[in-house]
């Protein structure tokens, strides 16, 4: 065999098997049928089912099934009807040819009149804002349309590569030019460009809480001896420390403090007039917190001590009996307290606002529970 013979024979045994599927007549039949489809939904300006029809046209082209001028000129009116310029560019020029005609040369120098081609990406690493502004908003539908259409693109995928109107835009803290003859504008966001991450101390500070607050002394879980009967009342809580936080938004704090319920009479018998009650404690507190802006909560163990003075019993006495009496003791009690704050107005270095404190400790013989609302100073946080 000669070898030009062999080289002939070679080519048909590679090409053959594919130009015999691309000539496939299901292929071809399907072909005939998307487009007379394409054609049909046209002239009822259903244009969602064009797009559909001229898609799967596609699928078929990248088998080998050749397209004509109308399929891509029809593809390329629905991607208008449905506000996407840019496949509508690529539709036109897909059907670029020899006999391309002026009409489609004409469409694709108006769009190339007014649009130009970018490729925008936002890396996984990148972190800040990436939104797609653009300096002035167009007034044609189309152009608009881009624009929305990019935005989009970018918020959802962190990407978009098409068409965009000439003009002055912004991808996070990125400016960029889209002008005629430009060729492909690249703008891509790299964590080089993001919001660097702090680290270290955001704050450090004196933190205050102060204002009423209302306590209550539970009843005793012994019967046996002399007990206060449970008691409550208005007061007034405290605390003074210092507060320290991470960029992170944790941290933590340590209070010391007063604690103190002011009184708690009630009326008596002849015998008895009154039944008066105090409480004055002395408290440390050490909790870590979370600060988000202004919120700031703060959860921790609490430590208190002091001296109660009340009424109360022997047994089962009641209170008509002349066994009552004034009761005197120490308090060593541990618990738990939680803070939840908000400070907005802003005093030099430091914040204020308004603070919401709770919790409880025990004795060992009774709960005392306790909330306060009042005024909490802290440090403010510094940026940058």
């Known amino acids: 065999m000669r070898p030009h013979s062999f080289l002939l024979a070679l080519a048909f045994a590679l090409f053959a098997p594919r130009a015999a599927y691309a000539q496939s007549p299901e292929d071809q039949a399907e072909k005939v049928r998307l487009a007379e489809d394409m054609k049909r939904l046209s002239r009822r300006n259903a244009w969602r089912g064009v797009d559909e029809a001229y898609l799967k046209l596609l699928d078929l082209q ?19 009807a449905l506000g996407d310029i840019s496949a509508a560019y690529d539709r036109l020029k897909r059907s670029t040819s020899p006999r391309t005609t002026e009409d489609v040369a004409q469409r694709i120098a108006a769009i190339e009149a007014e649009f130009g081609s970018v490729r925008l990406t936002v890396e996984p690493k ?15 539908a ?3 349309n881009a624009i929305t259409k990019a935005q989009g693109a970018v918020a959802a995928g962190r990407s978009y590569e098409g068409l965009l109107p000439y003009g002055s835009y912004t991808l996070g ?6 002008k005629p003859g ?21 704050f450090v500070g004196p933190r205050l809480d102060i204002g009423p607050a209302f306590t209550m002394a539970g009843a005793p879980s012994a019967d046996s001896g002399i007990q206060a009967e449970a ?11 210092v507060q320290m936080g991470f960029h992170s938004g944790f941290g933590g704090l340590v209070e010391v403090g007063y604690h103190g319920l002011f009184g708690g009479a009630d009326e008596g018998t002849e015998a008895f007039p009154t039944r008066s009650s105090s409480l004055q404690m002395g408290f440390s507190w050490l ?3 979370w600060r988000k802006g202004g919120l700031d909560i703060a959860l921790g163990p609490v430590f208190a001590f002091g001296s109660a003075r009340s009424t109360g019993a022997a047994g089962g006495a009641t209170f008509d009996d002349q066994e009552f009496q004034v009761v005197k003791g120490s308090i060593v009690s541990t618990g738990g307290s939680m803070g939840l704050s908000y400070v907005f107005m802003d005093l030099g270095p430091m914040k204020a606002g308004v603070g919401l404190l709770g919790g409880a400790q025990l004795d060992g013989a009774r709960m005392y529970p306790w909330g306060q609302l009042g005024l909490t100073v802290a440090p403010a946080r510094r940026e940058g």
């Open 62 to 80: 990248a088998k080998g099934v050749a397209l004509n001028l109308e399929d891509h000129v029809l593809g390329a009116d629905a991607a208008i």
């Open 126 to 140: 990148y972190v800040g804002t990436f939104e797609l502004s653009v300096a002035q908003m167009p007034f044609a």
């Open 142 to 144: 189309d152009q608009r």
């Open 173 to 178: 803290p990125k400016a960029f030019e889209v």
């Open 182 to 202: 430009g060729g492909w504008e690249t703008v891509s966001l790299t964590a080089a460009d993001g919001v660097q991450r702090e680290r270290g101390m955001a």
């Open 231 to 241: 008691f409550s009342g208005m007061g007034g809580r405290v605390g003074l420390g």
């Open 287 to 289: 909790a870590g917190s």
